[in-house]
């Protein structure tokens, strides 16, 4: 009997830590434990280290992290039922744009009393919001330079990006800044540790922090941005960068023993999680589009040539899979959007009906939206409650709903939620076709695909194409798994290129949703109300939400003062 071996893909995502255990031959998942962060989502106060934080901020605790690892992969191991020398790899992918700064050990700061009492010592994650002064400062100059590298990005910056984030520490908070030896994506950091060797992936640079293989970091601009950041944010951006697909290093002897693993077990160079999942659901072909659905959507494509589209989040070759160029899309607001709607929004009498018939509040209003034909509801609504990602790519922009009636019922204006979604989706494919992407399949996967059978139809109307479902959820750590074994190559029973180990690896589609041609026209219709709010509020007059943010936060906050 041939001897089974298997890699540990391990997803971080924004609430929890997904840990996988995956046969390396077929693919089949041997053991699963997921673990929530403990400190979740820092939005308010970290007592006893901090009272107040600006309006906005998005923390989180590394020590969640380390959880992750040191409770998680024992437990999947146990559950698997594996022996620790049939573990040949381990792949690391993180939501990206979580910047986090350590000292010249690797140390967090907010893990040292002389700095934990301040909040720019933790991490920020991809959704902290309140860098818009260094955003602003970043996109005037560079638009005045014509900086090469915006090309690339999409003609844009982004809030959530690695170099606002530092910037606003070094405006802030200069304490930190000048205590900080580096400035790592989470991703870089954990896989450093792990390793004992300061690695960077291309990844996460050429997407979040204006990096590329040709340029490297923009030094002159930074040096025109602020001389004294210019003279020393390059050597906080030092370490050795490696290409997502190669083995960034071996685990310690002291990792080793705390996770119960081989010592010098490979570890694959991080990867950004969504970008992962293009590996775990096999999408590497250049005409299908991958929609990674959770707390936010990644749109995913690949393509053998370079298209510097505007809005997009950028393109960067060697990314995803070598010689091929990534491109990155997104909405900032999608199972966040769902789930802070019925949190804050639904009467207490749903949550009494749904316990009365044994079902989740959600399953609730999707079994009552269900029941209505596109438009009945009277709503049309724009989904950027957290911003628009893409194609505006302004954070500043927020949600709309219009149509309300003194008879609007909850679940009509869940599922005009639901249809904002799909509508933000098809502009940003709208966008992909006029920039000669031809778009063949759409394959969607992550936490809501599989639970979601009227959101998965709705987009399939919307978008007038079917959509594939994935067979697993987990597809991002199923493609750190997959560079865990091409860590570990074919000599440790793994394998020497990406697209081998995707052949055994990659998820198989479990179910497709086809456009009920009924429906088309009257979204058809619908999308045409769509665009016209979208480039009213999003192009044309995007300063009434621009003021109304400003109202809003002003009435939330006392001075400058006293938020840093």
Not at 392 to 409: E, R, V, W
Not at 413 to 426: P, W
Not at 457 to 463: F, G, H, K, P
Request: proline share 4%; aromatic share 10%.
């Amino acid at each position: 009997m041939t001897k089974s071996f298997y890699s540990i893909g391990i997803d971080f995502g924004s609430e929890s830590g997904r840990v996988l255990i995956v046969d390396v031959h077929t693919g089949e998942i041997k053991g699963i434990h997921v673990i929530p962060y403990k400190h979740g989502v820092i939005v308010d106060s970290l007592r006893p280290y901090f009272n107040t934080i600006p309006k906005g901020s998005a923390l989180q605790d590394p020590r969640d992290y380390l959880e992750v690892l040191k409770i998680g992969i024992p437990k999947a191991i146990s559950k698997a039922g594996v022996d620790m020398e049939q573990i040949i790899g381990l792949g690391i992918d993180f939501t990206s744009s979580t910047v986090l700064p350590v000292d010249e050990n690797l140390t967090p700061l907010c893990f040292l009393k002389d700095y934990q009492n301040s909040h720019h010592a933790w991490v920020k994650l991809w959704k902290h919001h309140h860098t818009k002064k260094q955003r602003d400062t970043i996109y005037k100059l560079a638009t005045k330079r014509k900086e090469n590298w915006m090309r690339k990005l999409g003609y844009n910056i982004s809030e959530e990006w690695m170099i606002p984030k530092i910037l606003e520490i070094f405006d802030a908070a200069r304490d930190i800044y000048d205590a900080t030896s580096y400035f790592l994506e989470a991703a870089d950091w954990i896989v450093s540790i792990l390793t004992s060797t300061l690695t960077r992936n291309n990844c996460s640079l050429g997407f979040k922090a204006f990096w590329n293989e040709e340029e490297g970091f923009p030094e002159e601009f930074f040096k025109e941005l602020n001389p004294e950041f210019g003279k020393t944010i390059h050597s906080k951006l030092r370490g050795d960068i490696k290409k997502v697909g190669t083995c960034a290093g071996h685990l310690t002897e002291e990792w080793a023993k705390n996770l119960s693993l081989p010592k010098g077990l490979p570890v694959a160079t991080g990867i950004i999680d969504a970008h992962s999942a293009v590996l775990g659901t096999g999408v590497y072909q250049s005409d299908k589009l991958l929609m990674v659905m959770g707390t936010s959507t990644c749109h995913m494509m690949l393509h053998p040539e370079v298209k510097e589209i505007p809005g997009i989040s950028g393109v960067v070759k060697d990314a995803i899979l070598p010689g091929m160029y990534a491109y990155e899309a997104g909405q900032s607001a999608v199972g966040d959007l769902f789930g802070s709607y019925i949190k804050k929004h639904i009467p207490k009498s749903y949550f009494l009906e749904a316990e009365k018939s044994e079902i989740s509040i959600f399953n609730l209003l999707e079994e009552k939206a269900s029941t209505l034909l596109p438009g009945e509801n009277g709503l049309i609504a724009l989904d950027w409650h957290n911003g628009n990602r893409s194609v505006l790519s302004d954070a500043d922009l927020s949600g709309l709903l219009i149509g309300l009636t003194l008879q609007t019922k909850p679940e009509e204006i869940f599922r005009a939620y639901l249809e904002s979604t799909a509508f933000g989706t098809k502009i940003i494919i709208e966008t992909y076709k006029e920039w000669g992407m031809n778009i063949k399949e759409v394959i969607a996967c992550g936490g809501l695909p599989q639970k979601n059978a009227l959101l998965m139809q709705i987009y399939a109307d919307v978008l007038n194409m079917p959509i594939k479902i994935s067979k697993s959820d987990y597809a991002p750590a199923i493609g750190a798994a997959i560079l865990g074994a091409v860590a570990a190559g074919s000599k440790n029973n793994g394998y020497d290129k990406i697209e081998t180990a995707i052949q055994f690896m990659a998820q198989p589609i479990e179910k497709t949703y086809y456009p009920e041609k009924e429906n088309v026209p009257k979204y058809e219709a619908l999308f045409y109300h769509y665009k016209q709010l979208y480039n009213y509020f999003g192009i044309e007059n995007k300063n009434i939400m621009k003021n109304l943010k400003f109202f809003r936060d002003q009435t939330r906050t006392t001075d400058e003062s006293t938020i840093y």
